[in-house]
């Protein structure tokens, strides 16, 4: 394909990287991998092992930091649906607030994980139409999820579909146009993550994206996370001697389970439906 999934207008530019290639527009910013996955096999990373780090101490801090700025635009009780819940951390903070909360995952362990958890209505596996009634909710959100989907523009008609009218739609991915980008270039956090990182949104092609899909755009800002030394270590340098030098030396002074906030990596997204 010659143009971009979603500006339709930009040409492509080839990011060959270690193993694959990234095609990315030269107008919106929008990137994907040169040769998507079918949805089937895309899912087939989220088992067991890929969940237990999900309920990391940093992950939790995450979403209660998400929640604490979903909540700004809450009034009342809300019914709240966490599409990609994983094992709840989110919904945890919804319901404690007295939200009605429902969570889907494609990965039936982490939504048997977060339903246990919650004792809530947690769902699981490919989703449709029909998995939840149109216009049943006040707010979806949609945290570190998009980026994982070859069929994305699916999942965002879906969610315009199971939103009541105005409700609010949150969104957080990396953004491929960051500072971090930038200054990594290949060794880019979102490019690190392969082969679960499939799309890479800019501000410019997220806006475009969710436009084209019924809904206004309410705010675009940075976010970031908390994340162990350790953790960015094995994610920006995953093999080599540089690799091996940081690690000893993280474990030489303690600082295995020293914290790093990262500022600026991802940023988040609030539409609201027409």
């Given amino acids: 394909m010659n143009s971009c999934d979603i500006c339709k207008k930009g040409a ?18 929008f990137g994907r991998l040169e040769i998507l996955p079918d949805v089937e096999s895309a899912n087939k990373i989220y088992g067991t092992e ?7 101490p940093d992950h939790l801090k995450d979403s209660k930091k998400k929640y604490l700025f979903v909540k700004n635009y809450l009034e009342g009780n809300n019914t709240i649906l966490d599409f990609g819940c994983g094992t709840g951390n989110f919904l945890l903070a919804a319901k404690a607030d007295g939200h009605y909360i429902y969570g889907h995952d494609i990965s039936q362990h982490a939504a048997q994980v977060a339903s246990k958890r919650l004792n809530a209505n947690v769902t699981s596996g490919p989703v449709s139409e029909e998995t939840f009634n149109e216009g049943q909710f006040d707010c979806i959100t949609c945290f570190d999820v998009i980026e994982h989907l070859p069929d994305y523009r699916d999942k965002i008609r879906l969610f315009q579909r199971w939103l009541k009218p105005e409700g609010l739609l949150f969104i957080t991915t990396p953004n491929i146009n960051s500072w971090d980008a930038a200054v990594l270039g290949k060794r880019w956090y979102g490019f690190k993550k392969y082969p679960e990182h ?10 475009e994206l969710l436009k084209s899909e ?7 800002k940075v976010w970031g996370f908390v994340r162990s030394f350790k953790y960015i ?4 340098f995953q093999h080599g001697w540089m690799r091996k030098i940081l690690m000893r030396t993280i ?9 790093l906030y990262l500022p600026m990596v991802d940023m988040l997204v609030v539409a609201k439906k027409h």
């Fill in 214 to 220: 019924g809904f206004d755009i309410q705010k675009i």
């Fill in 198 to 207: 499939v799309v890479y949104f800019s501000p410019k092609s997220m806006m």
């Fill in 233 to 236: 270590v094995e994610h920006l």
């Fill in 50 to 56: 890929y969940f237990d780090e999900k309920s990391e």
């Fill in 251 to 259: 474990d030489k002074l303690g600082l295995d389970l020293a914290e």
């Fill in 12 to 29: 492509l530019r080839k990011i060959a990287l270690n193993g694959f290639s990234v095609l990315k527009c030269r107008t919106c910013s």
